[in-house]
């Protein structure tokens, strides 16, 4: 069945995801070893300040490490005490891992990685006295958050392992651009696809679901709409994914660049579960009437909307939570499978947004495919 291991689904200083939850990763019990380690991935805590990975220096790191993180005598590595080293180990490793899954179960076949055949596996580094994460040739490696009063190593912050997986399996799929450097778009597509595929790992734990939808009675779109979903969430990546930015208001670095392309999916995402609800007549709201779901919903809109869901929002929690999923499932598959009509060289907005609109058309979501579109529209992207 896969190995159990346990995992923050947000940073353990956000509330409500204070205690780790468990999950199966799908290398088989045994097939996990000391590190932990399995045949993509493994984890190496170095003992000494090792600087970050930066040319001309790559993996393997050689150095003397910590003590690793060992399985259990069943094989899982869920019965490790939260705050050690080990388990900083094995949550570094289950997050990269879990993303992969989710990539994997989206495309259907093993994402190659991109280093091969220079390296078989992934080196992750836990830890470094460093303020940053990232991910590059051969490796993953992750500092630690100093806003905070006490430093929190990224090691233990799904969203940030999760957005350096994303880069990697990103470059595994589409490929790396070869006739010439990467253009602007390119770099700022990158860091939309890490933040989305964040965004599609975090929405694949259930503590998340769950915590999110009853906050809300289960009204994500509607609170969007108003733009007061940054306020709402604690969690990263919708704070990061809910905006109202087109292309025109945005400048050329490439984080900034990449929030219009990430605003416009996260929309599409939003309308297609509200449009889910309301063909399984969970919500009353159709979006298809409304020219522009961030300009033309009215407060009329909104306050019937809410007024129906309210009641009896505790009776519907599942069914809800269900269409979110469909929602998320719809928009995940279109977006790893328009990867494969891409190629790095000629990569835009432009033929990004066209191919997911494309894979929309040709995927269990076809009828969606205007709405992903209009969202693109909007945005200046198509
Ligand atoms: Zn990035």
Not at 349 to 371: C, P
Request: glycine content about 6%.
């Amino acid at each position: 069945m896969g190995t159990r291991f346990r995992v923050h689904p947000q940073a353990p200083f956000i509330p409500g995801y204070e205690e780790p939850e468990i999950i199966w990763i799908s290398t088989p019990p045994g097939g996990v070893g000391t590190g932990p380690e399995d045949h993509r991935m493994y984890v190496t805590d170095p003992l000494i300040a090792k600087a970050p990975y930066q040319r001309p220096y790559f993996p393997p790191y050689t150095g003397e490490s910590y003590p690793p993180a060992e399985p259990g005598p069943d094989g899982h590595f869920d019965y490790i005490p939260v705050h050690t080293r080990q388990f900083m180990a094995a949550h570094a490793f289950a997050c990269v891992r879990r993303v992969l899954d989710i990539c994997e179960s989206y495309v259907g076949c093993e994402i190659p990685w991109f280093f091969l055949p220079t390296y078989e596996r992934l080196e992750i580094i836990p830890h470094l006295p460093w303020t940053n994460a990232q991910s590059g040739y051969g490796f993953l490696e992750l500092g630690e958050d100093d806003s905070r009063d006490e430093p929190v190593p990224y090691a233990l912050n799904f969203d940030v392992i999760a957005h350096e997986t994303g880069h990697l399996v990103l470059f595994g799929t589409l490929g790396v651009p070869e006739r010439s450097g990467p253009g602007v778009e390119y770099l700022a597509y990158h860091e939309f696809a890490a933040d989305f595929i964040s965004l599609i790992g975090l929405l694949h734990f259930d503590t998340a679901l769950d915590r999110m939808l009853r906050r809300t009675n289960g009204n994500l779109f509607v609170s969007n709409e108003l733009d007061r979903v940054a306020e709402l969430f604690d969690e990263r990546q919708i704070r990061k994914a809910s905006n109202s930015l087109k292309l025109s208001d945005v400048g050329s670095e490439v984080h900034d660049l990449s929030r219009p392309f990430t605003g416009a999916m996260f929309d599409a995402l939003l309308e297609i579960f509200q449009l889910i609800l309301l063909e399984r007549g969970l919500a009353s709201l159709d979006t298809r009437r409304i020219k522009s779901v961030r300009e033309s919903l009215t407060q009329t809109d909104i306050d019937r909307e809410l007024a129906v869901s309210k009641q009896d929002y505790q009776i519907r929690h599942f069914a809800v939570k269900s269409a979110l999923q469909e929602a998320r499932d719809i928009v995940g598959d279109a977006l790893l499978r328009s990867w494969e009509l891409l190629t790095p060289d000629t990569l835009s907005f432009r033929n990004a947004a066209s191919a997911i609109v494309r894979r929309m058309e040709q995927g269990r979501g076809h009828r969606f495919a205007d709405r992903i579109h209009d969202n693109f529209v909007w945005r200046d992207i198509l």
